[in-house]
Antibody, heavy 117, light 109 residues
Framework: QVQLQESGPGLVKPSETLSLTCTVS????????WSWIRQPPGKGLEWIGH???????NYNPSLKSRVTISVDTSKNQFSLRLSSVTAADTAVYYC???????????WGQGTLVTVSS | QSALTQPASVSGSPGQSITISCTGT?????????VSWYQQHPGKAPKLMIY???KRPSGVSNRFSGSESGNTASLTISGLQAEDEADYYC?????????FGTGTKVTVL
């Protein structure tokens, strides 16, 4: 059973860069596509992007200019960087494993990131 | 690139069946048999309930079933139970990206 755990600052200032890391345990990072998904308070889910262990990425076009997802296979981790954040980026950020198709089979518990000065 | 459309809320009494719709377009739901459904309880991460339109992961009750017709996918919960009260989201592949539904709050009366 793959387990995922998000980590990173819970508060980021406007115009700065949000950085989160997801640690994968009880499974190999060379399996699946590793995704970031976010959920603003009281709102729905939004797919941010994903990365394969080879480094191949795909991003949501609406966020593409500000997003970078990277992977560190030696640490079984993958990371999210979102630049030039505003209050609209305040959300619970989830890391998830996309097994196939739209099958996000494993999720982290989520971490709330607030953008505020 | 809008979210898929779901009803804001659906309710039913214990033991009844309810159906949640998820309407997209010919660029997402109608073009790929890749719709999945997620259950989310308050403060918790989403949980996969249905994948590839109508397949159930191991451990998910057979009271949950999925279907699709044209640009609309549906999730049916039969024999509604108190523990089914949660938010439900559909998700579809949309050609190099993934789009979620607006979400439906299911209330067990």
């Amino acid at each position: 059973q793959v387990q995922l755990q998000e980590s990173g600052p819970g508060l980021v200032k406007p115009s700065e860069t949000l950085s989160l890391t997801c640690t994968v345990s009880s499974g190999s990072i060379s399996s699946y596509y590793w995704s970031w998904i976010r959920q603003p308070p009281g709102k729905g889910l939004e797919w941010i992007g994903h990365i394969f262990y080879s480094g191949s990425t795909n991003y949501n076009p609406s966020l593409k200019s500000r997003v970078t997802i990277s992977v560190d296979t030696s640490k079984n981790q993958f990371s999210l960087r979102l630049s030039s954040v505003t209050a609209a980026d305040t959300a619970v950020y989830y890391c998830a494993a996309r097994i196939t198709g739209t099958t996000f089979g494993y999720w982290g518990q989520g971490t709330l990131v607030t953008v505020s000065s | 690139q809008s979210a898929l459309t779901q009803p804001a809320s659906v309710s039913g009494s214990p033991g009844q069946s309810i159906t949640i719709s998820c309407t997209g377009t010919s660029s997402d739901v109608g073009n790929y048999n890749l719709v999945s459904w997620y259950q989310q309880h308050p403060g918790k991460a989403p949980k996969l309930m249905i994948y590839e339109v109508n397949k159930r992961p191991s451990g998910v009750s057979n009271r949950f079933s999925g279907s699709e017709s044209g640009n609309t996918a549906s999730l049916t919960i039969s024999g509604l139970q108190a523990e089914d009260e949660a938010d439900y989201y559909c998700c579809s592949y949309a050609g190099s990206r993934y789009v979620f539904g607006t979400g439906t709050k299911v209330t067990v009366l």
